[in-house]
């Protein structure tokens, strides 16, 4: 009886994996794409000549490499047949490789094999390599509304970068700056080509106190502004299979040793929560894929200090609490049409920073993070060669560090640290991004313009040692009364500021040969607290 049941299972076994592996091969498409067409040009009598031969073969790697990039190892099959998220990558994959290969290759062919090749296709005939998913027989539509490539690094859809890498150019931007300014970071008094309000990170001082202005990426993380030299998939809402999983992971101090050091031993417990869901809500028409992390942690630390009492040691514990929440989603609103739409929400509580080693409990500092993020983006499809977007984002940001007891700081030189810790802070920044993109490509032209905008509004407030702080150095010294230094900060802690800055650009990648690409285009940026307005940025790559 188990003989037969083990028989049973290997033929439903066999059945349920056949029809999967028929529909990938292990074999690259590409191979498979030109060996029909050579076959073709045979029988047209205009067969491949030894450098066409050649020249496919790299136009191959190219590809291959390329998809790569996208879609990761899509020709692995080693581990079985892929399932879920990973089938719906490889097919991707591979319809991609077809496509881009049958736009491209025709470019390698002489007049005679492209008349053959053409005669070919008119007849109804078409390259052989079938692509489905296990959805397809229920007439699905394809995942993929379009893949989005710029090879250019000194692209205008950016700010302006002094980047020579990946290939030769040159970005003037930041040749027209007030201030000296540079490109790649661009500061309060650059203006051209990275002309933002503290671009890559620095620091702009108000008061006694100052605050920091930090926009380390001008996007706000969705990647639809930092374009780069990057390629961008557009996915089709609605489309698609159901993923998702759940992990939960708990531990305590029940095997925790005492440190000897310490006369507790404190509370310790640490739980983490993760969970993501993704798939088609509704048929070929909305995507939603839900994130999110709860971790709570009960961290643990030791006091040991030399106090005017006497040795003092005690276990602490430092609680921190840290969660996230994300949701996309991919509404299609008509064949051409989509809507895509993201949001997260972040927060972070942490207690009793600061405490430990000479540090008593009284320097303990009470931090709170949050974070909040909103992101609109509508896609047109206005032909097979044209794209029209257009994008808005607004993020949020708020942090803030206060001391569990204000009071003057008291540091006693290899001994202790007590009274009340000096970091006292608070940071809100809110950023507003919007803009929109026009996208053509063409036999040998690919034209992008389009608008950048983003109004920035910083509150900031730093009074951080504003009660002061005494250092002695012994003991004896702190028992006396005779400090080493003392040290306090005065002065105006907030900032203020708000900042709107504009772009208008416009790039052409003109393909000139198969190996030789000329980009060129120009950027022009404004923005208010600056009085130049000569931001003219023209770019040119090859």
């Known amino acids: 009886m188990k003989t037969l049941s083990f028989v049973i299972f290997v033929i439903i076994t066999v059945l349920w994996t056949v029809p999967a592996f028929g529909q990938l091969s292990a074999q690259n498409p590409l191979d498979e794409l030109k060996g029909q ?6 029988d047209a009598g205009v067969p491949f000549t030894p450098e066409q031969d050649r020249q496919m073969a790299l136009l191959i790697e190219e590809q291959r490499q390329a998809s790569e990039d996208l879609f990761g190892q899509i020709m692995d099959f080693r581990s079985g047949v892929p399932q879920g998220q990973e089938l719906d990558r490889a097919l991707a994959g591979i319809q991609w490789i077809h496509d881009e290969f049958r736009k491209k290759f025709p470019s390698y062919l002489s007049d005679e094999q492209r008349a053959a090749w053409e005669k070919f296709e008119s007849g109804g005939a078409a390259l052989g390599v079938q692509i489905e998913s296990p959805a397809s027989t229920t007439g699905a539509r394809t995942e993929i509304q379009q893949i989005r490539i710029n ?17 030769a150019g040159v970005s003037f931007g930041g040749a027209f700056a007030v201030g000296g300014g540079n490109s790649g970071g661009g500061n309060f008094q650059g203006g051209g080509g990275g002309g933002n309000f503290q671009g890559g990170g620095g620091n702009f001082q108000g008061g006694g106190g100052g605050g920091n202005f930090q926009n380390n990426n001008r996007n706000n993380n969705n990647n639809n502004n930092n374009r780069s030299e990057r390629t961008e998939i557009i996915q089709r809402g ?17 095997l925790n040793a005492r440190n000897p050091y310490a006369i507790n031993k404190p509370p310790y417990n640490e739980r983490t929560i993760n969970g993501n869901f993704s798939g088609p809500l509704m048929r070929d028409r909305l995507t939603i894929t839900l994130t999110f992390n709860d971790n709570r942690q009960e961290n643990v630390g030791t006091v040991k200090a030399e106090t005017l009492e006497g040795p003092f040691s005690l276990g602490v514990t430092r609680p921190n609490l840290t969660r996230q929440y994300n949701v996309r989603g991919i509404y299609q609103l008509s064949e051409a049409q989509s809507l895509h739409f993201g949001g997260r929400y972040g927060s972070s509580n942490r207690k009793n920073e600061g405490v430990g080693d000479f540090s008593l409990p009284s320097r303990a500092i009470n931090s709170q993070t949050s974070q909040k993020q909103f992101e609109l983006r509508q896609i047109s499809v206005l032909s097979p060669r044209s794209v029209y977007e257009t994008r808005f984002s607004i993020q949020q940001y708020h942090n803030q560090n206060r001391p569990a007891l204000i009071a003057q700081a008291i540091n006693v030189l290899d001994a202790f640290r007590g009274g009340g810790a000096q970091e006292n802070n608070e940071q809100h920044p809110r950023n507003y991004q919007f803009g929109n993109l026009f996208y053509r490509t ?7 313009a389009g608008i950048d905008g983003q109004f920035r509004r910083q509150h900031s407030s730093n009074e951080s040692n504003f009660t002061g702080e005494y250092t002695f150095s012994d003991l004896e010294s702190y028992r006396n009364g005779v400090p080493l230094k003392y040290r306090i900060t005065l002065g105006n802690p907030r900032l203020d500021l708000n900042q709107l800055e504009l772009a208008f650009f416009v790039q052409n990648d003109l393909r000139v040969t198969n190996r030789f690409t000329f980009m060129y285009g120009a950027r022009y940026e404004n923005q208010t607290n600056l009085h130049d307005r000569n931001n003219f940025d023209p770019r040119l790559a090859v």
């Open 37 to 42: 067409v050579a076959q073709v040009l045979v």
């Open 151 to 167: 090879n250019n690094p000194f692209t205008t859809e950016n700010p302006g970068q002094n980047n020579f890498g990946g290939g």
């Open 238 to 254: 609605g489309t698609g299979a159901f993923h998702g999983n759940f992990s939960a992971n708990f531990q305590d101090e029940s």
């Open 442 to 448: 063409g036999d040998k032209v690919i034209l992008r």
